[in-house]
């Protein structure tokens, strides 16, 4: 079940969780949380949560639904 829905404004971004799709996984790196926004620059820094390296990315990234989704999802819950 998903519960969460995407931010509407990105400085509600900081502490969310969120969920990468199997197709786009590195390292098993499934889930991610946002630690850090940069307004200027409009760039997002996520923490993987079970090897702690950082992404940054541009915080409208986030709205692609084939790489991204909000929450954390388990894995027998994903549509096939």
């Known amino acids: ?3 969460e829905t995407h931010p509407r404004h990105p400085r509600h971004l900081v ?3 969120w969920t990468r799709h199997p197709g786009a996984e590195e390292e098993r ?10 307004p ?18 541009p915080w409208r990234a986030l709205r692609e639904r084939s790489a991204w989704e909000p929450g ?6 994903e549509e096939p």
Do not use: C, N, P
């Open 1 to 3: 079940m998903k519960s």
């Open 15 to 17: 502490g969310s969780k």
């Open 40 to 57: 200027r620059k409009g760039v997002v820094t996520l923490e993987a949560v079970l090897t702690a390296r950082q992404l940054r990315l």
């Open 29 to 38: 790196e499934r889930h991610w949380t946002v630690r850090a926004f940069a």
């Open 72 to 77: 954390w999802i388990r894995l027998d819950e």
